[in-house]
């Protein structure tokens, strides 16, 4: 008998699934396990590399990075405009600020600063802490740049 599992099909002897992945009553996979089976490997794009932890489920590898959406605001409280570019200091990875002040970082360290360069010249810092949450978006909100 085989699986199938996921958006891509993959199929696999049931005996190569780990004993809580499958439900022999249902026949079902467990939907929170189907990521194991089904993502492809990929690399992060950090310089570093020294954030990200590689593991191997099933045939397939995947890495767990530190990283974080952040909310970045100005020293009046509004949200930073769309589009700016940041870095964060220390291990030079980039970024772009979304809407309502949003960046996703990567390759977060437990206390962090980054440099936002803004639309009319000028630069600001912004500083915060990042503890990573085990399964969840770590989301950092209200982060001041002056």
């Known amino acids: 008998m085989t699986a199938t599992c996921g958006l891509r099909r993959k199929s696999m002897a049931l005996s190569q699934l780990p004993e809580e992945a499958y439900s022999p009553r249902t026949g079902l996979m467990m939907p929170s396990l189907?990521?194991?089976?089904?993502?492809p490997e990929?690399?992060?794009?950090?310089?570093?590399?020294?954030?990200?932890?590689?593991?191997?489920?099933?045939?397939?590898s995947y890495q767990i990075s530190?990283?974080?959406?952040?909310?970045i605001k100005d020293k009046e409280g509004l949200p930073l405009q769309a589009g700016v570019h940041g870095v964060l200091q220390g291990s030079g990875e980039e970024f772009?600020?979304?809407?309502?002040?949003?960046?996703?970082?990567?390759n977060l360290g437990s206390?962090?600063?980054?440099e936002i360069s803004l639309n009319d010249g000028s630069k600001c810092l912004a500083e915060f802490p990042y503890e990573q949450?085990?399964?969840?978006?770590?989301?950092?909100?209200?982060?001041?740049c002056q």
């Open 111 to 114: 206390q962090n600063t980054v």
């Open 96 to 106: 772009v600020v979304g809407y309502d002040g949003q960046a996703y970082i990567r």
């Open 66 to 71: 530190k990283a974080a959406l952040v909310t």
């Open 34 to 39: 189907w990521w194991m089976w089904v993502l």
């Open 133 to 144: 949450q085990s399964g969840k978006q770590v989301v950092i909100d209200d982060v001041r």
């Open 42 to 60: 990929w690399k992060s794009s950090s310089r570093t590399g020294q954030s990200a932890r590689r593991t191997t489920a099933a045939g397939y």
